[in-house]
T-cell receptor, first 113, second 114 residues
Framework: GENVEQHPSTLSVQEGDSAVIKCTYS??????FPWYKQELGKGPQLIID?????GEKKDQRIAVTLNKTAKHFSLHITETQPEDSAVYFC????????????FGQGTRLTINP | DAGVIQSPRHEVTEMGQEVTLRCKPI?????LFWYRQTMMRGLELLIY????????DSGMPEDRFSAKMPNASFSTLKIQPSEPRDSAVYFC????????????FGSGTRLTVV
């Protein structure tokens, strides 16, 4: 079936450095790509999303890029801070019977002070 | 807004018992989703509703699982009988539109079946 691959599964960076998480998807009809942040003991929280009609979107220290031709999209976090430590999930919309979001496996990001 | 409210936060039950998880979506949201999260399988969509009507239940593992949404402000996910492999964190989420805005997730119910 249609799926979303996310890499890396774990990522450790020094505070102040940048972090990049990458995802690929298989459904060429996918047109909505959100990113979620999940802190310990909480549900995932939407941090940024992008639609297929744009190639990049920024919100302060967070940016997402989309390459529809290659079917991949990435999350970029600049000037990382300890509170950025969490598990990050990418997702893509697919049509599989009905429209739905499929999530990647997650990336555990650790910011080292 | 209190967000999506799930209860209970933790549930420990014995194999074979019935388990009912509850969810109150955000008022005005027309979509409600039930997800299951495990280390092995990540976040899996079990079922979702639009205006209280089930749209896609293809993710429901088997007949032991059932979900209902009797009104716009309440949904349940029931497992009967429960098995140890059902142990997971179950999340409810709601949204305004299917893919127009992001989903708002609840804090989840951690289910342990012993």
């Amino acid at each position: 079936g249609e799926n979303v691959e996310q890499h890396p599964s774990t990522l450790s960076v020094q505070e102040g450095d940048s972090a990049v998480i990458k995802c690929t998807y298989s459904d060429s009809a996918s047109n909505y790509f959100p990113w979620y942040k999940q802190e310990l003991g909480k549900g995932p929280q939407l941090i940024i999303d992008i639609r297929s009609n744009v190639g990049e979107k920024k919100d302060q220290r967070i940016a997402v890029t989309l390459n529809k031709t290659a079917k991949h999209f990435s999350l970029h976090i600049t000037e990382t801070q300890p509170e950025d430590s969490a598990v990050y999930f990418c997702a893509a919309s697919i049509l599989q019977g009905a429209q739905k979001l499929v999530f990647g496996q997650g990336t555990r990001l650790t910011i080292n002070p | 807004d209190a967000g999506v409210i799930q209860s209970p936060r933790h549930e420990v039950t014995e194999m074979g018992q019935e388990v009912t998880l509850r969810c109150k979506p955000i008022s005005g949201h027309d979509y409600l989703f039930w997800y299951r999260q495990t280390m092995m399988r990540g976040l899996e969509l079990l079922i979702y509703f639009n205006n209280n009507v089930p749209i896609d239940d293809s993710g429901m593992p088997e007949d032991r699982f059932s979900a209902k949404m009797p009104n716009a402000s309440f949904s349940t996910l029931k497992i009967q009988p429960s098995e140890p492999r059902d142990s997971a964190v179950y999340f409810c989420a709601s949204s305004l539109g299917l893919l127009s805005y992001g989903y708002t997730f609840g804090s989840g119910t951690r289910l342990t079946v012993v």
